[in-house]
């Protein structure tokens, strides 16, 4: 369970980018955030793993308080939480292996990790990530060679490789086309269904979030503007989290015509 | 119609800001005064000006042929290695001390308070020549090739270290976050978010300077330092120049042979197992800008 | 929710793929590699202890305290005939570079010959290290500055030229197609299509160039060609330690000094 207690963030520079959010996820959900460029959705998911320092109040991730944690307790918690990012951020000249292996670096002591002395539980345990999402055969292949999709999923293996109790994607389809985007949601949320394993998306578009979003949660200016299952949304509530009408900007499928 | 000249273009120019005006005949004044300042005081009579291209002329036309008898050969080919070698122990050295410590004056790798004195610590070596350092070092460590290797390996500690920082700092940090997202410490996010990624480019600049000390290491023999350098200065003050012609000769060949494969291995492991990234040959280009003798 | 370590139900039995073989070449590179280093590492008398105990020798204290009054007694003078050497260097040096570079650019070379003999020549004037030229003037002139300032010229055309050619291959073709077009004679169309481009480069250049030159001007001295090497030079053959001491911490200040302001400027005009 996810806990937030009037959490605020303010950047260092005076932005106010979350402010007094309360929310609460259960486990095995799938959340969907969204809100426009800017609202704070970025903020949100970083603030549960430390990634970004909440200035005010408390986030419990199973119980774990986050705010405030630093060096081993931190990485306690963050050894729960796997994250996906919008550019993937693979390592590109290295395999597809040593990036899924990076998900065990918390599993791992120091030392072997440093040395590449991976024990092989954790090496199989990639292996099983790679099968999950279908890449198992590129184990070796540096990761530079691979399709922006395969890519994403790199990432996704490497999030499942921590064994995770929550995985938190950043905007994980943004920079996909829109098939490669539908099969990689599909991933994300097999993974909800299979494993249990709870699951916060932001995305900025609104039929991804509808089709795959089971709650979703709009932020606008840092602030919490609506919460419900998805079958209370309709295109009146994206107006209003939007705080503008839906245009087909905001959609994948009619903005890839569009283009 | 006639090309335009210098006036019509100064014409159609924007007029430059006040003070970058200024500044311009500022330096410029600077030069010329700079300039003649230096050719009053140095001896350099119009009379010497002009006899020098024959003198000059007259030596290099005598290391024409050099001297190719055997054992002279095999002896000037031995200092040349040895040169070679001096280069190529002194790069190892310094690219062993030099990448951890680019690390730790790094901005996304090192702490604040841990950069700074990083940083300034490579600025201070660098601005020691090899030479200088070796003229220190040769009455602890003594006559020969060793002095010259521990010069070359210092100086270059303050080379590589600036340099690999530098390609540190140029890296996409991501992967690096991704590692610490998982439960990383700040050591296992180095070691697999950002040293697969810069490695590559850290060897080519190790190579690179490997190619630099070759040259470096070449004249370290002048102060007795080790290799080929004491071979010259012997031979050109016993006037022996067709001896000195072997021993420019064999320091030319070697060098361009060096040159060409290390710039060819340089090459392959930039653009790294056949995929060429657009980053890749950003980073090759800047590379290739940089060769020239002494560089630092 | 805890994580539940073990494999999950609905994992499958999977084959992971082999571990490719590295090619053969990559172990035979890497024992050649080792090898010449373990080689080298003895024909050069590498030695551990020797590294080690290195900053704790005694005789560092020779070293010190350095003997200032000699220093700034008789090395001021040398020193700033270092610089007039490095300062006139650099001037004739870059000079010389301009059309010599403009020959060797692909951009603004027209005459094959020139393009390949420039390019050859520099290539073969960049292998001899600088120090080298020095000395061979010294031969051929005279012991001096002279010489150590001819060996510099020598250097700094070599990387002027080699720096300059290179950015003036990298400039937009545009404007000299147009001057060319409207009938200027060639080294007129390089005059007003490419020069104004590039000039900005070719003065950080320079600067970085009379860099380069300072550093090397103060160890002319060590083959005759001038400048406060010379005073080290002998001070050295009758072990001053002290005095060395006192010139080298001299010539650091001084050459790092002028080096920061060198680049604020080069900062300035780029
Ligand atoms: N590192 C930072 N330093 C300062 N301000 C920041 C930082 N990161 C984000 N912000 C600001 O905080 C606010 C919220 O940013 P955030 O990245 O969370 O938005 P977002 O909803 O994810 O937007 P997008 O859809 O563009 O990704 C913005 O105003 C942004 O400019
Ligand atoms: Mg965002």
Redesign the pocket.
């Given at each position: 369970m996810i806990e937030f207690k009037n959490v605020s963030v303010t950047?260092?520079?005076g932005?106010k980018?979350l402010k007094n959010l309360t929310v609460t996820i259960e486990d095995g959900e799938f959340v969907v955030i969204v809100?426009l460029?800017?609202?704070?959705?970025?903020?949100m998911l970083r603030a549960m793993n430390g990634l970004v320092k909440a200035t005010e109040g408390s986030i419990l991730v199973n119980g774990t308080e986050v705010v405030g944690a630093k060096g081993r307790r931190l990485r306690e918690v963050r050894k729960q939480i796997g994250m996906i990012f919008q550019t993937f951020n693979l390592a590109t000249r290295t395999t597809v292996l040593n990036n899924v292996l990076m998900g065990r670096l918390a599993h791992v002591p120091a030392w072997r990790s440093t040395l590449g002395l991976w024990p092989a539980e954790d090496k199989e345990r990639a292996f099983l990530a790679l099968d999950r999402v279908g890449i198992l055969e590129k184990a070796y292949v540096r990761a530079s060679d691979l399709s922006g999709g395969q890519q994403q999923r790199v990432g996704i293996a490497r999030a499942l490789a921590q064994d995770p109790a929550v995985v938190l994607a950043d905007?994980p389809v943004a920079a996909l086309d829109p098939v490669t985007s539908h099969q990689v949601m599909g991933d994300l949320q097999t993974i909800n269904e299979d494993l249990g394993i709870t699951t916060l998306v932001?995305l900025?578009f609104l039929d991804l979030a509808r089709t795959y979003g089971r709650r979703i949660i709009g932020?606008r200016a840092?602030e919490l503007v609506f919460d419900g299952p998805i079958e209370e949304v309709d295109d009146e509530t994206f107006r209003e989290i939007y705080g503008r009408a839906v245009t087909p900007d905001d959609l994948l499928h009619e903005g890839a015509e569009v283009e | 119609m006639t090309a335009p000249t210098e006036a019509e273009v100064a014409v159609v120019r924007p007029r430059m800001a006040r003070s970058k005006l200024v500044f311009r005949y500022g330096v410029t004044a600077v030069i010329i005064i700079g300039a003649v300042w230096s050719f009053t005081s140095l001896d350099i009579s119009v009379e010497r000006l002009r006899t020098a291209p024959g003198d000059i002329w007259k030596i290099l036309r005598l290391t024409v042929p050099p001297d190719m008898e055997g054992d002279f050969v095999s002896r000037v080919f031995g200092k040349v290695l040895e040169s070679v070698y001096i280069a190529w122990v002194g790069t190892m050295i310094a690219a062993l001390i030099s990448l951890p410590l680019a690390f730790m004056g790094a901005e996304n790798t090192a702490p604040r308070w841990m950069q700074l004195p990083i940083r300034q610590l490579f600025n201070v070596i660098r601005s020691f020549p090899e030479l200088i350092l070796a003229v220190l070092l040769l009455p602890i460590t003594g006559l020969g090739a060793w002095t010259g290797t521990l010069a070359i390996g210092l100086h270059s500690v303050g080379t590589l270290g600036k340099l690999s920082t530098e390609a540190i700092e140029s890296i996409d940090f991501g992967p690096a976050e991704a590692a610490q997202a998982a439960g990383g410490n700040r050591l296992e996010a180095i070691r697999w978010g950002v040293l697969p990624q810069v490695l590559p480019t850290i060897v080519a600049y190790w190579l690179f300077r490997f190619e630099i000390n070759v040259r470096a290491s070449a004249v370290m023999g002048v102060i007795g330092a080790g290799g080929v350098g004491s071979e010259l200065i012997n031979q050109l003050n016993f006037r022996q120049f067709d001896k000195a012609g072997t021993v420019l000769l064999f320091t030319i060949l070697v060098v361009l042979f060096i040159d060409t494969s290390s710039a060819a291995v340089r090459r392959r492991i930039i653009l790294g197992g056949g995929t060429s990234e657009s980053a890749n040959t950003e980073v090759f280009r800047d590379l290739s800008g940089l060769t020239g003798p002494g560089l630092t | 929710m805890t994580t539940t370590e073990g494999p999950r139900p609905g994992d499958r039995e999977i084959v992971p793929p082999r571990k490719p073989p590295r090619p053969w070449w990559y172990w035979a590179v890497a024992a050649a590699v080792i090898a010449f280093t373990v080689y080298s590492g003895r024909r050069v008398g590498f030695s551990l202890t020797s590294l080690k105990d290195l900053p704790s020798n005694p005789l560092w204290e020779k070293f010190w305290p350095p003997e200032w009054d000699w220093v700034f007694a008789n090395a001021i003078d040398p020193l700033i005939e270092t610089f007039q050497i490095a300062i006139l260097a650099t001037l004739v040096g870059c000079l010389l570079a301009l059309p010599v570079s403009f020959a060797m650019s692909r951009l603004t070379s027209h005459n094959t010959y020139t393009y390949f003999g420039s390019k050859a020549i520099m290539n073969l004037i960049r292998t001899i290290p600088d120090l080298f030229w020095a000395k061979l003037f010294v031969t051929a002139i005279g012991i001096g500055a002279f010489a150590g300032t001819l060996g510099l010229i020598i250097f700094s055309l070599s990387v002027m030229v080699k720096l300059f050619s290179e950015t003036i291959d990298a400039a937009d073709p545009g404007p000299l197609e147009a001057a060319e077009a409207a009938g200027g004679t060639h080294i007129a169309s390089v005059k007003v299509g490419v020069l104004p481009e590039v000039l900005p480069n070719y003065v950080a250049y320079a600067l970085y160039v009379f860099e380069l030159n300072i550093r090397a001007s103060v160890v002319l001295g060590l083959v005759g060609a001038g400048g406060v090497g010379r005073v080290l030079e002998a001070q050295r053959q009758f072990f001053q330690f002290d005095r060395i001491m006192g010139i080298v911490i001299l010539l650091f200040v001084v050459v790092f000094t002028l080096e920061q302001i060198s680049v604020a400027i080069r900062r300035r005009l780029v």
């Open positions: 950047y260092r520079g932005v980018a809100g460029s800017g609202a704070g959705k970025s903020t905007e932001n900025h932020l840092g | - | -």
